[in-house]
């Protein structure tokens, strides 16, 4: 059974850092799509940051968080993480992280946003940035 657990979430005010954490067990496939979500109070669940565990380390990120967030993988921990800087209010979440292997994605961008395809999911970790 695939389980993922986050950890790290809590409160910083705006410009802080946080780092997230989803340690992974039970996952059987060699290659696969992971990362990280969120999702605000009355908005759609978005896609953060993914990393393709195929051929390397191939990385996608938001447009609203290049630059300031970045996804990494310690394959032998099986841990995900990601590290925050210069957060922002409106990075305030829930954050969420999934993995699946996506068979019908072909780019890690579509990963990103094939929100519904993931069949994985930790069960969340609070982000919240104040001004």
């Known amino acids: 059974q695939v389980q993922l657990v986050e950890s790290g979430g809590g409160s910083v005010q705006s410009g802080g850092s946080l780092s997230l954490s989803c340690e992974v067990s039970?996952?059987?496939?060699?290659?696969?799509?992971i990362g990280w979500f969120r999702q605000a109070p009355g908005k759609e669940r978005e896609g953060v940051a993914v990393?393709?565990?195929?051929?390397?380390?191939?990385?996608y990120y938001a447009d609203s968080v290049k630059g300031r967030f970045t996804i990494s993988l310690d394959s032998n921990k099986n841990t995900l993480y990601l590290q925050m800087n210069s957060l922002k209010p409106e990075d305030t979440a829930m954050y969420y992280c999934?993995?699946?292997?996506?068979?019908?994605?072909?780019?890690?961008?579509?990963?990103?946003?094939?929100?519904?395809?993931?069949?994985?999911w930790g069960q969340g970790t609070q982000v919240t940035v104040s001004s």
């Open positions: 999934a993995a699946d292997t996506l068979t019908p994605v072909k780019t890690a961008k579509q990963a990103l946003e094939a929100v519904q395809l993931y069949n994985f």
């Open positions: 039970g996952y059987t496939g060699d290659t696969y799509y």
């Open positions: 990393i393709w565990t195929a051929g390397g380390t191939t990385t």
